[in-house]
């Protein structure tokens, strides 16, 4: 089946650092991939729609300019938090549209945990 | 603005007890239903979905839910739970055309062995 991977699983950082996550399609190409987030006990917010190719579309309140977005192949999108405040942790999750028959699903990342001291 | 509810924040039932949690959506167009389930410490995984056809779709392991389009409702439900579905459940829309997805706030079940 689709398999999404993200990695690092957990990272804790410095204030001011930027910190990067990686999703990546394991077998199957994704031309689209999404970014979430979520805080402890609340559900998912969508962060941001990612293209293979081309920019990605934030949502409305999601800084581009601390929150970048990398879809440079159909298997591999980051995200990099940059200049990391306390605020900015949570938990960040990927999804990876399907191709094929799953064309109109999505398949989730495990999700990456930053902590930012 | 698309929105997605569900009702119940918090269920608490004893194992064998049936179980619905609602779910309900606000577009006008058309849409693609998913409910997902999230088990403690575990990542999102999917438990049936909604695209077309017969409005009564079964999911994995004893789920099945029920689109009603008049109702922009898309309840989630099993006649007999067990302890091993304590978990938080996600109902989820996408929006065709865009393929944007809203989730729910979703709903933290507890069975009680």
């Known amino acids: 089946g689709a398999v999404v991977s993200q990695h690092p699983s957990r990272v804790i950082c410095k204030s001011g650092t930027s910190v990067k996550i990686e999703c990546r399609s394991l077998?199957?190409?994704?031309?689209?991939m999404f970014w979430y987030r979520q805080f402890p006990k609340q559900s998912l917010m969508l962060m941001a729609t990612?293209?293979?190719?081309?920019?990605?579309?934030?949502e409305q309140g999601v800084e581009k300019d601390k929150f970048l977005i990398n879809h440079a192949s159909l298997t591999l999108s980051t995200l990099t938090v940059t200049s990391a405040h306390p605020e900015d942790s949570s938990f960040y999750i990927c999804?990876?549209?399907?191709?094929?028959?799953?064309?109109?699903?999505?398949?989730f990342g495990p999700g990456t945990r930053l902590t930012v001291l | 603005a698309q929105s997605v509810s569900q009702h119940n924040h918090h269920v608490i039932l004893s194992e064998a007890a049936s179980l619905e949690l609602g779910c309900n959506y606000s577009y006008g167009g058309t849409v693609n239903l998913f409910w997902y389930v999230q088990y403690p410490g575990q990542h999102l995984q999917l438990l049936l979905k909604?695209?077309?056809?017969?409005?009564l779709v079964k999911g994995i392991k004893g789920f099945e839910a029920e689109f009603i389009k008049s109702k922009f409702s898309f309840n989630l439900r099993k006649p007999s739970v067990q302890w091993s579905d304590t978990a938080e459940y996600f109902c989820?829309?996408?929006?065709?055309?865009?393929?944007?997805?809203?989730f729910g706030a979703g709903t933290r079940l507890f069975v009680k062995a």
């Open positions: 077998d199957f190409q994704a031309t689209t």
């Open positions: 999804s990876a549209r399907g191709s094929g028959d799953a064309y109109n699903e999505q398949f």
């Open positions: 989820a829309v996408m929006l065709t055309g865009g393929f944007k997805t809203i």
């Open positions: 909604y695209f077309s056809g017969d409005p």
């Open positions: 990612s293209n293979e190719g081309s920019k990605a579309t934030y």
